[in-house]
């Protein structure tokens, strides 16, 4: 009998790559943008547009995925997907203006979608492979070092870089764990195409059907849900708390330490529980943060919020992923690639929402009404998905 393989590199391997796209790409622009607003960079309202653009190329990089899912077009793009990231964010070291630097967060976003995608769907089809799926979800272990390890570069930096030239450390730090990553990912023993003889049944290609419908549209509530607080948690945290608190400085650091071992607790849970029975309780932890924020005044519920939120929204990712494999074996990589599209797509929705409540005469702290509904919404939907495909 062949020895099973061995797990810890091919998962190292893809968290590795989740990290330099989603913390060393993406979130590392969230301690950034204060920095290069003080240098003069940009201002507060650029910031803002260039987030959104970085958010969009996010959106255009999982829709990309959804055309190239074959594992064969995997080992194509994934590949060129981490060259596009180092190049983007070796650029944004040169970059002193706000045009510039949104056509290059556009890219990097577009690098960032298709990794997030394309990543983690060959290491589950590795991983069914070798009938290991249940491990499957620790792979996102490396979003929260990530995320802490962006805020670490970022401040360990400051005082000794400024302007352009704080994108350095980041960028210098992706190149070589990318190349790592995808050194490692290249070497599994995955087929190029599927095998030739004619199945008994052919198998549906539709994306939508009885099973993974309610999966769908309760994916959507979830991407609206979560965008909410963690885009604007600090800010709401420095209206309401004391200026003395921790919390004004620190609840991206709180949200950062409960994202670290979500992975690693939801994908247990789902091992214990199911995966469906865990992903409704993933819904109703973030939907009891997002109420804290709105019913606890002050510093108690912007903590239990971002722990809540921070602690589950990386569950409920691995969970739903690998739940719509299970529903749909024979186009698990293409599953995943529509929902990261559509997930993406509600989180464009949710600041814009957000903008447009503003305008009315709104507050930010009456905002997250909307992420609380979002999330009911796919509460609801997930009670809805059938327990066997």
Same mark, same amino acid.
Request: hydrophobic share 55%; aromatic share 8%.
């Given at each position: 009998?062949?020895?099973?393989?061995?797990?810890?590199?091919?998962?190292?391997?893809?968290?590795?790559?989740?990290?330099?796209?989603?913390?060393?790409?993406?979130?590392?622009?969230?301690?950034?943008?204060?920095?290069?607003?003080?240098?003069?960079?940009?201002?507060?309202?650029?910031?803002?547009?260039?987030?959104?653009?970085?958010?969009?190329?996010?959106?255009?990089?999982?829709?990309?995925?959804?055309?190239?899912?074959?594992?064969?077009?995997?080992?194509?793009?994934?590949?060129?997907?981490?060259?596009?990231?180092?190049?983007?964010?070796?650029?944004?070291?040169?970059?002193?203006?706000?045009?510039?630097?949104?056509?290059?967060?556009?890219?990097?976003?577009?690098?960032?979608?298709?990794?997030?995608?394309?990543?983690?769907?060959?290491?589950?089809?590795?991983?069914?492979?070798?009938?290991?799926?249940?491990?499957?979800?620790?792979?996102?272990?490396?979003?929260?070092?990530?995320?802490?390890?962006?805020?670490?570069?970022?401040?360990?930096?400051?005082?000794?870089?400024?302007?352009?030239?704080?994108?350095?450390?980041?960028?210098?730090?992706?190149?070589?764990?990318?190349?790592?990553?995808?050194?490692?990912?290249?070497?599994?023993?995955?087929?190029?195409?599927?095998?030739?003889?004619?199945?008994?049944?052919?198998?549906?290609?539709?994306?939508?059907?009885?099973?993974?419908?309610?999966?769908?549209?309760?994916?959507?509530?979830?991407?609206?849900?979560?965008?909410?607080?963690?885009?604007?948690?600090?800010?709401?945290?420095?209206?309401?708390?004391?200026?003395?608190?921790?919390?004004?400085?620190?609840?991206? #650091?709180?949200?950062? $330490? !409960?994202?670290?071992?979500? *992975?690693?607790?939801?994908? @247990? /849970?789902? %091992?214990? &529980?199911?995966?469906?029975?865990?992903?409704?309780?993933?819904?109703?932890?973030?939907?009891?943060?997002?109420?804290?924020?709105?019913?606890?005044?002050?510093?108690?519920?912007?903590?239990?919020?971002?722990?809540?939120?921070?602690?589950?929204?990386?569950?409920?990712?691995? #969970?739903?992923?690998? $739940? !719509?494999?299970?529903?749909? *074996?024979?186009?698990?990589? @293409? /599953?995943? %690639?529509? &929902?990261?599209?559509?997930?993406?797509?509600?989180?464009?929705?949710?600041?814009?929402?957000?903008?447009?409540?503003?305008?009315?005469?709104?507050?930010?702290?009456?905002?997250?009404?909307?992420?609380?509904?979002?999330?009911?919404?796919?509460?609801?939907?997930?009670?809805?998905?059938?327990?066997?495909?």
């Amino acid at each position: 009998m062949p020895q099973r393989p061995a797990l810890f590199p091919t998962l190292l391997a893809g968290a590795t790559l989740l990290l330099v796209v989603h913390g060393l790409g993406r979130f590392v622009y969230t301690p950034l943008l204060p920095w290069l607003v003080q240098d003069g960079l940009l201002t507060v309202q650029e910031g803002a547009s260039i987030a959104s653009w970085n958010y969009l190329g996010y959106l255009i990089g999982a829709l990309l995925a959804l055309r190239w899912h074959r594992v064969a077009q995997i080992r194509r793009s994934l590949p060129w997907a981490l060259v596009l990231h180092g190049l983007s964010t070796l650029a944004q070291t040169q970059v002193e203006s706000a045009d510039a630097l949104s056509a290059l967060r556009l890219l990097n976003g577009i690098s960032n979608g298709l990794v997030f995608v394309q990543a983690p769907s060959l290491i589950l089809e590795w991983l069914a492979r070798h009938r290991r799926v249940s491990s499957s979800g620790l792979v996102y272990l490396g979003v929260g070092v990530g995320m802490i390890l962006s805020s670490l570069l970022v401040s360990l930096s400051n005082g000794v870089l400024e302007g352009a030239d704080r994108w350095w450390p980041a960028a210098l730090l992706s190149i070589p764990l990318a190349w790592w990553g995808w050194w490692r990912l290249a070497r599994l023993d995955m087929p190029e195409a599927e095998p030739t003889e004619e199945p008994v049944h052919v198998p549906s290609g539709r994306l939508l059907d009885r099973a993974s419908t309610p999966l769908f549209l309760s994916y959507a509530g979830a991407g609206m849900g979560y965008i909410l607080p963690m885009t604007f948690l600090p800010m709401v945290a420095s209206l309401q708390v004391d200026p003395s608190d921790f919390l004004i400085e620190s609840s991206w #650091l709180v949200v950062a $330490l !409960a994202t670290l071992p979500s *992975p690693w607790l939801w994908n @247990r /849970l789902g %091992a214990l &529980l199911g995966d469906i029975l865990a992903l409704r309780l993933s819904y109703v932890a973030q939907l009891a943060g997002v109420l804290a924020a709105l019913l606890l005044p002050g510093a108690p519920g912007i903590l239990l919020c971002g722990v809540l939120v921070g602690g589950t929204f990386l569950g409920t990712v691995l #969970l739903t992923q690998r $739940l !719509a494999r299970a529903l749909h *074996p024979h186009q698990g990589p @293409r /599953l995943s %690639a529509a &929902l990261i599209a559509l997930y993406s797509l509600t989180q464009l929705v949710g600041p814009w929402l957000t903008g447009v409540w503003l305008n009315m005469g709104g507050s930010l702290h009456s905002a997250f009404w909307l992420g609380a509904g979002a999330l009911l919404w796919g509460l609801i939907w997930m009670l809805l998905v059938p327990r066997r495909a």
